[in-house]
C-alpha cells in the first residue's frame, strides 16, 4: 500500500506556520525498550479500570500488550491550569507551549478543535490530537524510525474499524510505536479534581491482538461521552 493512498492530508489545515508535531518534555519512562515488561499505574481509585470498559477488558489489554512485549501505564491528566473546567484555555494557539503528563500525550491540555478523523502519513499537531481522545479515540503513534512494513499494517487494523482512530507519525519514538486513549466518566468531568485517566502503551511493533485489545478496553470511553458513532473518518471542525 503506497502512502500516497494512506490519506488526504489537505483534511486537516493549520494555521501557517504552525508546528505538525511537538509537545511538553519527554518522560524518563517512556521512550526506553519496552524490555522491562508491563507497568500499570492504577489511579484514583481504580478508574485506570472502572472507568476504561471494565475490569475484564481492561485486564484483556493488559495481558496482550504485555505478550506483545508492549509497556502500559495508565496516568491521570496535568489539570488545566487556566481554567479548572476548560482544558481549551490552555491551549489558545496550535503554538502554544504544552505539558503533557506522556509523551505522546495521552490526556490533557488541548486545542479547541480536533483533527479530522483520519489516517496520516504527515504528523498531526499534537494539541489537537488530545482533543480527538477527549472524544473518545484511539490513536496510533509512530516513530520515524518504524519501517514502511510495520505502518501499513497499522494502516490495515485502521482500515477493519476506523470509527474513532487516528494514526500519525510522531517522530520521537524512533523505533517505536505507541496507543494511547484517554478514558472518564462524563457525569463528573471536570467536577472535584476529575479529569478522567490517559491511557499509553509503547510497543516494539505492530501486533494485532494487542491493538485489538487495547482498542476494545479504551476506545469511544472519553470524558465527554462523545459517542462513538459521532467519530466517523474523515469528519472534524477542519474540512
Not at 493512498?5 to 501557517?16: H, L, N, Q, T, Y
Not at 525498550?33 to 476504561?52: D, E, K, M
Not at 505539558?99 to 489516517?119: C, E, L, Q, R
Amino acid at each position: 500500500m503506497g502512502k500516497a493512498s494512506r490519506i488526504k492530508k489537505e483534511r486537516v489545515k493549520v494555521p501557517a506556520g504552525a508546528p505538525t508535531s511537538g509537545g511538553g518534555g519527554r518522560p524518563a519512562w517512556l521512550l526506553p525498550a519496552a524490555a522491562g515488561g508491563l507497568v500499570v499505574v492504577i489511579v484514583a481509585i481504580v478508574l485506570g479500570v472502572t472507568l476504561s470498559g471494565g475490569k475484564s477488558a481492561a485486564e484483556d489489554a493488559a495481558t496482550a500488550l504485555k505478550a506483545a512485549g508492549c509497556t502500559l501505564k495508565s496516568v491521570p491528566p496535568i489539570p488545566p491550569k487556566k481554567d479548572p473546567k476548560n482544558y481549551h484555555a490552555d491551549v489558545p494557539a496550535l503554538t502554544t507551549k504544552v505539558a503533557w503528563a506522556t509523551d505522546p500525550p495521552s490526556a490533557g491540555a488541548h486545542f479547541g478543535n480536533w483533527a479530522v478523523w483520519n489516517f496520516y502519513d504527515k504528523a498531526v499537531n499534537p494539541r489537537m490530537v488530545v482533543h480527538n481522545e477527549e472524544h473518545g479515540g484511539m490513536i496510533m503513534w509512530w516513530g520515524d524510525k518504524v519501517p514502511g512494513s510495520e505502518v501499513d499494517k497499522m494502516y490495515g487494523f485502521y482500515q477493519d474499524d476506523p470509527l474513532g482512530m487516528v494514526g500519525t507519525p510522531y517522530a520521537k519514538l524512533g523505533d517505536k510505536i505507541a496507543l494511547t486513549a484517554w478514558t472518564g466518566d462524563p457525569k463528573h468531568y471536570y467536577e472535584n479534581g476529575d479529569f478522567g485517566v490517559g491511557h499509553i502503551a509503547v510497543c516494539p511493533h505492530y501486533d494485532e491482538k494487542a491493538f485489538t485489545a487495547f482498542r476494545d478496553a479504551f476506545r469511544g470511553k472519553g470524558p465527554e461521552g462523545i459517542p462513538l458513532d459521532q467519530d466517523q473518518p474523515g469528519t472534524g471542525p477542519q474540512q
